[in-house]
């Protein structure tokens, strides 16, 4: 059954704020920390994030990082055994416990704002269902393999860009936060779908039309 673009976009993979968890949320078993850190160090984007999240956090004193580290592991461990403590008590997932840390720190280790950068990275499975909700509902058709593929490159092409930036800073005692999004991808399919030939033939039908009504574009 398709879905649509917004289920798809569910499915896909947010960095840092709802990263891949493997087992549950709140598992505190060696080998699914094991494969958290696995799937973790594969991933530049996911690598760099998280040097970002866990130096916000004050678990990670190194660079921010896009290859994985000695130093970077020792500080998610750090994290882990932390959110272990707590989740004996309150259970807690991975990311919302730093996230939660940040929160609770208001500025990074260096003293200055927390700033995260939380990236959307796709799956080929969920870029695959968001690519085809979109052209089945600008172009009233399926999506083909090519454009599949063409979509789903230009997707991770956008991924820096789509990131949203969110700003801990404390002042007077007062913290605040302020979440920057970066560009819409799946409007930016919708621009790119509308802008074939077929998409441009397609308005006269009404598809891009009903398909922006619903967005909320018009």
Request: aromatic fraction near 8%.
């Amino acid at each position: 059954m398709a879905q649509t673009a917004d289920q798809a976009r569910a499915t896909a993979i947010p960095v840092p704020v709802n990263t891949p968890q493997t087992g549950s949320p709140t598992s505190g078993t060696t080998s699914d920390f094991t494969d958290f850190l696995r799937t973790i160090s594969k991933s530049p984007a996911l690598i760099s994030g998280y040097s970002k999240l866990l130096k916000s956090a004050g678990y990670y004193k190194g660079k921010i990082t896009s290859k994985y580290s000695l130093n970077l592991q020792k500080a998610f461990a750090a994290a882990e055994q932390d959110r272990l403590e707590l989740s004996a008590i309150t259970p807690i997932g991975r990311d919302e416990f730093l996230k939660q840390k940040v929160e609770f720190e208001g500025t990074g280790a260096d003293g200055r704002p927390s700033v995260v950068t939380s990236i959307t990275a796709y799956t080929p499975e969920s870029a695959r269902q968001l690519v085809d909700s979109i052209i089945r509902d600008t172009l009233g058709r399926k999506a083909t393999d090519a454009e599949i593929k063409k979509y789903t490159a230009a997707l991770k092409g956008i991924q820096d860009k789509a990131a949203s930036t969110t700003t801990y800073k404390t002042v007077g005692g007062k913290q605040t936060q302020v979440t920057t999004p970066g560009i819409n991808e799946q409007q930016y399919l919708v621009d790119q779908v509308s802008g074939t030939d077929e998409g441009k033939a397609n308005k006269v039908l009404g598809f891009y039309e009903t398909f922006m009504n619903a967005l909320g574009g018009r």
